[in-house]
């Protein structure tokens, strides 16, 4: 089930994992020139986030690289990759995600309902959903095989110091 009416997210500064994917589930996405965007969560020892969505969005190279490597990328490259819709300067970006949602609102409500529900279920065709749950069962996998490691849900090597557990606690 998704909400019949498009969702736009705004996105400025850093969207990083959680909120990374809170935006992918986003119809349109409008980033600051600033934004970043990072997936971190194979340095955390887990592979992908509860909504992977990664190679339908940046294609499957692209999303393996930036997977692979935990590095961020800018607004403007996820714009080049067809993952953000629009890039604007930080100072517009109220503006800017308010003019389009008001393009989007005079259209009528019916065809953008069915339109959004035709473009969905065009990717639900293609193996989104199968993807999704294969990468959610993955992703639960390696949260019970670092649990069994490390006694913690995430490897804690790629963990702030900070925040990983002493060797003597581990054990």
């Known amino acids: 089930w998704t909400p019949g009416k498009p969702i736009i997210a705004a996105v400025d500064g850093a969207a990083l994992?959680?909120?990374f994917e809170l935006a992918l589930a986003c119809d349109l996405i409008v980033a600051s020139d600033d934004a970043q965007f990072c997936d971190p969560v194979?340095?955390?020892?887990v592979c992908g986030v509860e909504w992977f969505v990664h190679p339908w969005e940046l294609g499957p190279?692209?999303?393996k690289e930036f997977l692979f490597t935990a590095d961020s990328w800018s607004a403007a490259e996820a714009h080049q990759l067809g993952m953000v819709n629009q890039v604007v300067p930080?100072?517009?970006l109220s503006s800017s995600v308010l003019a389009l949602a008001r393009r989007i609102a005079?259209?009528?409500s019916f065809a953008l309902k069915l339109t959004k529900e035709a473009v969905n279920r065009s990717v639900d065709m293609m193996g989104q959903p199968a993807a999704i749950d294969q990468a959610f069962a993955l992703h639960?996998?390696?949260h019970a095989h670092n649990l069994q490691e490390f006694g913690m849900v995430v490897d804690p090597s790629g963990l702030?110091?900070?925040?990983r557990k002493p060797a003597a606690a581990a054990e």
């Open 17 to 19: 994992a959680g909120g």
């Open 42 to 45: 194979v340095t955390m020892g």
């Open 61 to 63: 190279r692209k999303a």
């Open 90 to 92: 930080r100072a517009e």
């Open 106 to 108: 005079a259209k009528p």
């Open 140 to 142: 639960q996998l390696c």
């Open 160 to 163: 702030h110091p900070s925040v």
